[in-house]
């Protein structure tokens, strides 16, 4: 079936529940609301003009309208494909050309935006909950009462074309199906169920649903095992810790940035969390004692996954009762992984790190409009390779190490930026850390760290902490201190971005 009708086919199910609340109005929808207004949506955005193979670009925050809108449009037979907030008109317009937008989803705020985008786009309608000028309003496409349009449902036909992280080199579109999203949203709540909770499973939405994690781990998933999400629009500490008491969540799903502040960060210690259950980390590889030092903390299961945007979300989670520290946990059902060698593409012994392909009905269709990046991303045999560097031990286990194309080159050794990364966020006057490699005739490469310091750093010490921890290669040859590490909205670094402000900067010390 369609992924919007098994989600509102377990709406049904739970009709006064509710289902959505937003943490800063107070604003709730229960399950029945939710099915009938993405149906309404649906209905108005056909009364529009929307028809099937259109595209919906979603450009907002974490709103409760942000489901029905993007749901109400598969429905009518369309696609949807979010997009960063944060984005320029620049970048916008691009996207909308891309995936062939002609109707936005946006919020007040960002209505300028959209409509420059709009502009050097061609055009588009743009829909706008409250306050929406001259633009179509939010509200009244749900007035209509004409039945829902009637469009054929094909699970192979495209639902969502969001984008890659792009940390290394420009975004790609990935297209991801009916059946490639809903394949993985029932092997993940099937691989994490725990009997008895599904009906008081609170869930904090606060990663970005315009990126896979928030989309299928924390949006759809939630919704179709009836959890109540309480949607936040950005990550503010106060605001953050605020909503976790308050509406007292029991499932928290981060990236490494936010466990780093709720393992180490005073503040943390002023709010009652004591109705946490479960928090799952990912997006990034995260040190294993990281992992400890949080769970300790806050006193709940501290636990990490595995994914990418060409996975639909998720290929590994840890199964509840079945954590290892360090570990991205086990494959979900009906998938299958192989560690390759990245030089010869033989298989690796077990045990031995390599790149990880994985396989799977959750796995993506292709990137749009790029036949050779897709197939330089998928074999004939359908393996999908992931360019994650990882090992997975005896009891099938996966560990990640970082990113093949990030890897650092020292005198032919390879040098893992996560590692020592993971090594900086332990020392006590580090806030946050992010590693490269910089060009040297010599080495091939150097270990360049960039540190945001928490009060005063000496920059020469924290350079011999770290060499009496790792090998001669893997020390740093300079530290950096800087006001912040530029990540993407799910915490990966942008190391491009990192290695640009790198050579900038050297080469305005060599002139």
């Given amino acids: 079936m369609t992924l919007p009708r098994y989600i509102r086919e377990q709406a049904r199910r739970r009709g006064d529940k509710t289902a959505i609340v937003d943490a800063s109005s107070g604003s709730a929808l229960r399950y029945g609301e939710l099915d009938r207004d993405i149906g309404r949506f649906a209905t108005g955005l056909a009364a529009r003009g929307f028809a099937p193979g259109d595209t919906l670009l979603m450009f907002a925050p974490n709103v409760p309208e942000w489901p029905v809108a993007a749901l109400g449009a598969l429905v009518a037979g369309g696609r949807v494909s ?22 936005v989803f946006t919020v007040a705020a960002l209505r300028e935006v959209v409509q420059e985008a709009a502009a050097a786009a061609g055009g588009a309608t743009i829909i706008v909950p409250g306050d929406a000028g001259g633009d179509a309003a939010y509200e009244s496409l749900l007035a209509g009462t004409a039945p829902e349009p009637t469009v ?3 699970p192979d036909g495209l639902a969502a074309l969001p984008y890659s992280s792009g940390t290394t080199g420009l975004q790609k579109c990935v297209m991801l199906t ?3 999203i809903l394949s993985n949203v029932l092997q993940y709540n099937a691989a994490t169920f725990e009997p008895g909770t599904d009906d008081r499973m609170v869930v904090l939405a606060l990663l970005p649903m315009f990126h896979i994690f928030g989309f299928t781990v924390i949006m759809l998933c939630g919704l179709a095992r009836g959890a109540r999400l309480i949607t936040l629009s950005r990550f503010e500490p106060a605001r953050f810790l605020q909503a976790l ?33 479960a928090i799952g ?8 004692t990281l992992e400890r030092r949080a769970a300790e903390r806050i006193r709940c299961r501290v636990a990490q996954g595995y994914g990418m945007t060409e996975s639909s ?3 590994a989670t840890t199964y509840p009762g079945r954590s290892r520290l360090g570990s991205s946990g086990q494959l979900l059902p009906g998938t299958q992984a192989r560690v390759i060698d990245p030089v010869t593409l033989a298989d690796v012994p077990r045990g031995e790190a390599g790149e990880l392909w994985f396989r799977g009905p959750q796995a993506f269709k292709g990137y749009l409009g790029q036949p050779e990046a897709t197939a330089a991303t998928i074999t004939p045999e359908g393996w999908v390779r992931t360019g994650d560097l990882g090992h997975v031990d005896a009891d099938g286990y996966l560990y990640l190490t970082d990113r093949l194309k990030e890897l650092i080159k020292v005198k032919g050794f390879q040098v893992a930026p996560a590692e020592l990364e993971a090594l900086l966020c332990t020392h006590p006057q580090v ?3 992010g590693v490269i490699g910089r060009p040297d005739e010599r080495a091939g490469e150097l270990p360049i760290g960039y540190v945001v310091a928490r009060g005063a750093l000496d920059v020469d010490a924290l350079r011999s902490w770290v ?8 020390q740093l040859a300079a530290v950096v201190l800087c006001e912040a590490i530029p990540k993407t909205p799910s915490g990966k670094i942008l190391r491009r971005a990192l290695r640009a402000q790198d050579a900038s900067r050297t080469s305005g010390s060599a002139d």
């Avoid at 980390?281 to 294993?288: I, K």
Wanted: proline share 8%; net charge negative.
């Fill in 82 to 103: 979010g997009a960063n907030p944060q984005s320029s008109a620049a970048d916008l317009s691009r996207q909308m050309r891309d995936t062939s937008a002609r109707f």
């Fill in 152 to 154: 054929p449902e094909d």
């Fill in 178 to 180: 009916h059946r490639t």
């Fill in 245 to 277: 008491q308050e509406h007292r969540v029991t499932h928290l799903a981060v990236v490494p940035p936010m466990l780093h502040f709720l393992a180490l960060h005073p503040l943390v210690g002023s709010y009652d969390l004591s109705s946490l259950e």
């Fill in 281 to 288: 980390c990912g997006a990034a590889p995260l040190a294993g």
């Fill in 313 to 315: 979300g998720v290929i």
């Fill in 431 to 433: 806030a946050d850390a």
């Fill in 467 to 474: 060499a009496q921890r790792v090998p001669e290669y893997k």
